[in-house]
């Protein structure tokens, strides 16, 4: 069995499950919104990014270290 714990919503715009713990700019990337697109789930998403920069591997004290600030807020 398997567990999913990212929080997700459901995007009206591209009709998609979205991941809710990435910034909403990596979201508008990854879904190809168009720029000044209205995203409605904009107050849902973290402002801090878990992800490092251009696909670089994430250091192993990294997630945790995202986890404490995230626990912070």
Do not use: N, W, Y
Not at 11 to 28: I, S, Y
């Amino acid at each position: 069995m398997s567990f999913f714990d990212s929080p997700i919503g459901r995007c009206p715009v591209v009709r998609e499950m979205v991941l809710l713990d990435e910034t909403q700019a990596e979201c508008a990337r990854e879904h190809e919104c168009p720029p000044g697109q209205v995203c409605p789930l904009e107050d849902c998403f973290t402002r801090v990014s878990g992800r490092a920069p251009d696909g670089a591997e994430i250091p192993a004290a990294a997630p945790a270290a995202h986890e404490a600030r995230k626990a912070a807020l």
